[in-house]
């Protein structure tokens, strides 16, 4: 660790400070006299002590990031009283205290305020609603409360003034309240609303149907009452529906059914009653489904078995009755199946097998019977198994012993017979696992009574004749058989499998535990890269094939909707230059997010422009850079829906073991709708790659990712970062560039070890770089509009490498026949 160095306060014209990440300690200076300041970067760090006021003083100021730090202290009555140009305010997870100012909704132009896990305390100013540019406000994990718990939220209220709303977080918090009719009123842009646990009161407003673009609604944990309003039908966004752990009555409404895109809805913990709609099983994007500890009641409908890609589902607590479906065997790829505390009776079937992936399984306090099936020793990730007070019988299998991941286990008060299996989990498990069962026995240390010998075993003399009575009687029609059988195997050989390929659904049945044992369990010796939200591990799996696993950090706010994005945009893409994702997996039983993905051996292209120990030559990077292009032009008009990558820059751009160029990172790409040029977004690029019009509007499309494209190129051929600290006051990368370009001085701002005065091809490479810097200038035009797309841009690079090309074919053609070799030697120069 090491403190922000002092230095910084004398640089009086820097307008950037990104120190994000950086391990950083002590506090933060005073800065206040940087007049030119816009953009202040210290977020993740392990920065203490007060905020200087002085930074609220800075009027140049765009973006403030302090969140992941150990500050402390108020923040001063004059926040945002000084910031007329402030966009971005991110505060969240320090040590902060006192009340939030009212003074930051004079900061007009504000669109990000986030102040979460605090300990800001106080009333939530109604003077939050004047910040009309507002698209995303978080407040959440801190010690606010509302004047009166019998009135209604009227912070609430004074929030549908910010028509550009799109994200809102005000819990856990110590509310109270009710929640306002005037919900309805808040921004048709309003996609996130989550007021999770906030002591609400009351009933749901029908009028939260009007929030028509709603994909995110979580009301859990509150006090909430009356009923789940039928207008939830009107929300066809919603992707996640969560009204856990209130006191919600009446039915489940069959609208629910109608929201097809839901991922996630969570009703357990209320006072639900009747039976479950048979349509639910008609949401075929369902991953989560949870009706636990309510008063439902009749069978568990059939449908829901088929929700093929469902992970969790919980209908415990219940009084459902029945069997327990065979059917249960579609639910191939599913995660947790919790059916405890119900009426469930009959055998249990033995259809287990295909449930490879089940970690969590509760079948306790049912009135099950019959045997517990040997399908159960398929159940190979199983880390919870409980079997708990069921009439169940016989034996319990010996297969259990294969279930070398179970944690707990518990299988108590049934009518189980015999010796307790010695392998596997059982040597680690105690009396309470399998106290209840009169008639088992097992090894001494669990207290019970040894396993006598069955009285008609027979003796080992016996059983010897016996067995060689039957071996010579049987000898040779064995042999017979054996000759049959391999003769048709040599007449009819089967195909045999690719070994380097393997099915997608093994990978989603073993993902999680094949991924521990690939990375040692994400040990940091096989770290080999950290991004904004997570980071990324080289792993070997079983059949020795090397991956790069991309694990996302969930405390990080905006990990699972870039995880979500990610998904949503790599899930049909095929081409060569982007890299090969095989598979995501998400486990909520280990909060675990990842991505799967091709392994790189050579690294990103960041890693070759900026180190002392590799070197590309001017062709390699010209291929690398055409690769890149591809790989653009076909997000843009290759795929049935326009892709709009934005954040194209040299760390995401990986190196195959032939040095051929894949895209990587679509944590923050968009789709782009049919007819769609263009949406709003809320991420920012990074920061020196970003187009200029993501910065004034919020608006993205294809031309934003040209021009971050058009700073790669300039990247590539000068190995100058657009960050580089010579780039301060009027002076950019951009500017650099084109300057260059207007006074014929391309030499002195290309990488040196891409042209040497000696060299004989000079003319051409020295050519090929001005034809590549003057692509880029015309990539980073500040109007989207007058900006080249993507097709022109790849074609352009191609007659560019075919022009050194020649030249350095016909160079080499004028040489004299003795120096063939000579003539090898400098095109390898260049390939």
């Given at each position: ?16 400070i ?6 950083l300690?002590?506090?933060?200076p005073?800065i206040?006299?940087?007049?030119r300041?816009?953009v202040?970067?210290?977020d ?8 200087p ?9 765009q973006a ?6 150990d500050l ?22 320090n ?5 939030i100012?009212?003074?930051?909704s ?8 986030t ?10 100013p109604d ?6 540019n ?8 801190n ?14 209220s004074?929030?549908?003034?910010c ?11 110590s509310?109270?309240g ?7 009123n ?5 996609r ?6 906030c ?15 709603l ?12 009923t ?18 209130n ?10 059914c ?5 991922f ?5 913990f ?10 639910l ?12 500890f ?11 078995w ?16 029945g ?5 249960i ?12 505390n ?38 190979i ?7 708990s ?17 179970l944690k707990?286990?518990?299988m108590?008060?049934?009518r ?7 392998g596997g ?26 396993c006598?010998?069955?009285?008609t075993?027979r003796?080992?003399k016996?059983?010897?004749v ?11 029609v ?9 003769y ?7 195909p045999v499998?690719?070994?380097g390929?393997?099915?997608?659904t ?10 521990v ?9 096989n ?25 996302f950090?969930?405390e990080?706010e ?19 230059n ?6 995501c ?26 180190s ?12 690398i ?5 591809s ?8 795929y049935?829906t326009?892709?709009?990558?934005c ?5 995401n751009?990986?190196?195959d ?11 923050i ?6 007819g ?11 920061i ?10 919020g ?11 058009g ?5 590539t ?24 370009l ?6 002195e701002i ?6 040497h ?11 090929c ?5 003057s692509l ?6 500040n ?23 020649a ?14 070799n ?9 390939e």
């Amino acid at each position: 660790m090491r403190p922000i160095p002092l230095v910084i306060t004398n640089l009086t014209l820097l307008k950037t400070i990104i120190f994000s990440s950086n391990n950083l300690s002590g506090t933060i200076p005073e800065i206040g006299n940087l007049k030119r300041l816009q953009v202040l970067l210290l977020d993740s760090n392990r920065i203490t002590g007060f905020i200087p006021s002085s930074i609220f003083n800075i009027s140049t100021l765009q973006a403030i990031h302090l969140a992941f730090n150990d500050l402390s202290g108020r923040l001063p009555a004059s926040t945002g009283l000084w910031l007329p140009s402030l966009e971005y305010l991110a505060l969240a997870r320090n040590k902060l205290t006192g009340p939030i100012p009212t003074s930051i909704s004079n900061a007009s132009q504000l669109t990000v305020l986030t102040l979460a896990a605090n300990a800001f305390s106080g009333f939530i100013p109604d003077s939050l609603g004047n910040l009309g540019n507002l698209k995303w406000l978080n407040l959440a994990n801190n010690l606010l409360t509302t004047e009166s718990s019998s009135t209604e939220m009227s912070f609430l209220s004074s929030l549908t003034n910010c028509k550009h709303l799109f994200r809102l977080i005000v819990c856990p918090n110590s509310l109270s309240g009710t929640l306002p009719i005037s919900i309805g009123n808040l921004s048709a842009s309003m996609r996130y609303f989550y007021a999770h646990g906030c002591n609400i009161k009351g009933s749901i407003p029908s009028e939260i149907g009007k929030l028509t673009n709603l994909a995110w609604l979580d009301l859990a944990e509150n006090e909430l009452t009356g009923t789940i309003p039928t207008s939830i039908r009107t929300l066809p966004e919603i992707q996640l529906l969560n009204l856990s752990n209130n006191k919600l009555q009446g039915a489940i409404p069959i609208e629910l059914c109608g929201l097809e895109k839901v991922f996630e809805l969570s009703l357990g913990f209320n006072q639900l009653s009747g039976p479950i709609p048979q349509c639910l099983g008609n949401l075929k994007s369902l991953r989560k489904l949870s009706l636990s500890f309510n008063s439902l009641t009749g069978t568990i409908p059939s449908t829901l078995w088929r929700l093929r890609d469902i992970l969790f589902l919980n209908l415990s607590g219940n009084s459902l009755n029945g069997t327990l479906s065979p059917d249960i065997q579609n639910l191939k790829v599913v995660v947790q199946v919790d059916l405890s505390n119900n009426y469930l009776s009959g055998d249990m079937p033995n259809s287990f097998a295909p449930l490879t992936a089940l970690e969590h399984l509760s079948l306790s306090n049912n009135r099950l019977q019959g045997h517990i099936p040997q399908s159960f020793g398929n159940l190979i990730s199983l880390e919870f198994l409980d079997l708990s007070n069921n009439s169940l019988s016989g034996e319990i299998p010996k297969s259990l012993e294969k279930l070398l991941y179970l944690k707990y286990l518990n299988m108590s008060f049934n009518r189980l017979e015999g010796v307790i299996p010695n392998g596997g989990p059982f040597p680690n498990s105690s009396i309470q696992s399998f106290i209840g069962n009169k008639a088992i026995c097992g090894a001494p240390r669990l207290q019970l009574p040894p396993c006598k010998p069955s009285s008609t075993k027979r003796s080992r003399k016996v059983v010897l004749v016996y067995i060689l009575t039957i071996t010579a009687s049987t000898l040779l029609v064995l042999v017979i058989l054996l000759l049959f059988s391999r003769y048709r195997k040599n007449k009819r050989k089967p195909p045999v499998a690719d070994e380097g390929v393997l099915a997608l659904t093994t990978w989603r049945r073993t993902f999680y535990h094949e991924l521990v044992l690939a990375t040692d369990g994400f040990g940091e010796s096989n770290l080999i890269g950290r991004g904004s939200y997570g980071s990324v591990y080289k792993g070997i799996l079983a059949n020795g094939i090397n991956v790069a696993v991309k694990v996302f950090n969930s405390e990080l706010e905006g990990a699972y909707p870039s995880f979500e994005s990610e998904c949503e945009v790599i899930s049909n893409i095929r081409h060569r230059n982007l890299v090969k994702v095989i598979s995501c997996c998400s486990n909520p039983l280990h909060d675990f997010k990842a991505i799967l993905l091709d392994y790189m051996p050579n690294g990103s292209l960041e890693k070759w422009l900026h180190s002392d120990t590799h070197h590309l030559d001017i062709l390699k990077r010209l291929e690398i850079v055409i690769d890149v292009a591809s790989a653009l032009e076909y997000l843009h008009y290759g795929y049935s829906t326009t892709i709009v990558h934005c954040d194209i820059k040299p760390s995401n751009v990986l190196l195959d073991e032939n040095m051929v160029g894949h895209l990587s990172d679509f944590g923050i790409a968009k789709l782009l709708g049919e007819g769609q040029s263009m949406t709003l977004t809320q991420t920012l690029a990074t920061i020196g790659y970003m187009a200029p019009e993501y910065g004034s509007g919020g608006h993205i499309s294809g031309k934003g990712d040209v021009y971050s494209y058009g700073i790669l190129l300039m990247e590539t051929i000068t190995s100058k970062k657009p960050t580089d600290e010579m780039f301060s006051g009027d002076m950019s990368l951009k500017q650099l560039v084109g300057d260059s370009l207007l006074n014929g001085s391309v030499t002195e701002i290309v990488d040196s070890d891409l042209l040497h005065q000696n060299d004989l091809h000079f003319a051409a490479k020295k050519q090929c770089a001005a034809s590549i810097l003057s692509l880029a200038i015309n990539c980073t035009t500040n109007l989207p509009v007058e900006r080249i797309n993507m097709e022109e841009v790849g074609s352009r690079l191609e007659k560019i490498k075919s022009a050194l090309l020649a030249s350095i074919e016909r160079r080499s053609r004028y040489l004299p026949r003795v120096g063939v070799n000579q003539v090898h030697a400098l095109k390898v120069l260049v390939e």
